[in-house]
């Protein structure tokens, strides 16, 4: 729908080189194109972002793993280790408001792009660093991608099955959610730097970003004294029940409902009762106190399972839902990409790309005055090479063309 999105002009006027690859690096740098900034991708001139090859796409072309990380960007091809290169890359960053890179350990000060040089060039600069692990650790120079930060970062040690091998989460948080963590402190620097002048260094590791994630895990502990067990299909840290998933009809791999009910809010109790045809239960000793629920969960976990499994998830999402109860059906990928009321809300939007037409794919997800930024295709490798250099160094399409003769970009 053309209606769905608008573009965002809130981060107008800012020019940020980004040196990042795959998805922790890329995530922080798309929030910032998807609020307005000028976000010009750094890329190797023979592979580009390693991410652009990384899952399956179609042939020699961006998968669709790049796309979803480098939305609204602009790509220029520089050859890093070509004093050419470096110089041009320099000029660059003395037009830069940030600068974003999550190279291996060590990588990007061999490249002579290190903090400390980069200062010496523009002390005004917001300079940013994703790693696996922060400085100071004992694996301050391992690599690390998403799972290896989940797992060191102990959202792994929390999923799964109690008394079972634990296991990785669905989603990369380990990834995206260390950019984000990283994105929103960019902005707060932003503001400090158009009052003082004066730029930073901003380092986020990833193992450290999941500690922040996993502070309701932290509570638990805290109320326990004991390191956090894997709860399964339950949730509240074994304070709330019956909260937990349940199985619907017509008995699917993802025919299941996640229902809760809050010990802050004894209403939802009472309420479930009498969603399904079960009143006699909120006068049964059994459950009369939100400890008794949890002391006999299993009990009632089989008897709300004997209503859901006569259910679709949808339906007793709408029942349980509209009774003032907090109900989610469990919804795939698939189910999520046909939901037409996550395009006519511009969640989902449509990407026009060279390559892909049609791309559906999540958006930013706030709005802004009734309507998301607008979905913006990702580059081709290099693609905006004689834009960036044109509009930012002011170069001329001669001076471009011999850079480009001469294999320095």
């Known amino acids: ?161 109690r008394g079972r091998q634990p296991v990785k989460p669905g989603i990369s948080l380990g990834d995206t959610g260390t950019g984000m963590t990283m994105a929103i402190t960019i902005l707060a620097a932003l503001r400090k730097r158009d009052k003082s002048g004066q730029g930073c260094r901003l380092q986020v590791a990833m193992q450290d970003a999941m500690l922040h994630y996993m502070r309701t895990n932290f509570a638990v502990q805290g109320r326990t004294g004991q390191a956090v067990e894997r709860d399964g299909t339950h949730s509240g840290g074994g304070s709330n029940a019956p909260s937990g998933l349940y199985p619907c009809a017509p008995g699917g791999l993802n ?62 999402m709408q029942l349980v839902g509209s009774a003032g109860i907090p109900a989610g059906a469990v919804l795939d990928t698939m189910e999520l990409q046909n939901d037409p009321s996550f395009e006519q809300r511009g969640i989902m939007q449509v990407m026009e790309h060279k390559s892909y037409a049609g791309y559906k794919m999540p958006a930013w997800p706030v709005r802004i005055d009734g309507r998301p930024p607008k979905l913006k295709a990702s580059p081709g490798l290099g693609e905006h090479s004689s834009e960036v250099l044109a509009d930012w160094l002011g170069l001329s399409a001669d001076e471009v063309a011999k850079l480009k003769s001469s294999n320095v970009i």
């Open 255 to 316: 025919d299941y409902v996640w229902i809760m009910t809050s010990r802050a809010n004894p209403e939802h109790w009472s309420r479930l009762c009498k969603v399904i045809g079960r009143e006699d239960l909120i006068e049964d000793p059994a459950f009369a106190t939100p400890a008794l629920r949890v002391k006999n969960e299993a009990e009632l976990d089989a008897i709300i399972a004997a209503w859901t499994k006569a259910r679709t998830k949808h339906e007793a």
């Open 1 to 161: 729908m053309s209606n769905n999105s608008a573009d965002c002009d809130f981060l107008a006027g800012v020019r940020v080189v980004d040196f990042t690859q795959f998805e922790a690096g890329p995530s922080c740098t798309e929030a910032l194109a998807w609020l307005g900034a000028e976000v010009v991708k750094v890329e190797n001139p023979r592979i580009g972002d390693p991410g652009r090859r990384l899952r399956p796409g179609q042939p020699d072309d961006d998968p669709y793993y790049f796309q979803q990380f480098n939305a609204n960007k602009k790509s220029i091809t520089v050859n890093l280790k070509s004093p050419e290169g470096l110089a041009l890359v320099k000029d660059l960053l003395r037009k830069a408001d940030i600068a974003v890179e999550n190279m291996a350990p060590g990588t990007i000060e061999r490249l002579g792009l290190g903090y400390d040089e980069v200062r010496k060039i523009n002390p005004a600069i917001i300079y940013c660093q994703v790693k696996g692990f922060g400085e100071g650790s004992p694996y301050e120079t391992n690599l690390a991608f998403d799972m290896i930060a989940q797992a060191t970062g102990g959202t792994i040690s929390v999923t799964g099955e």
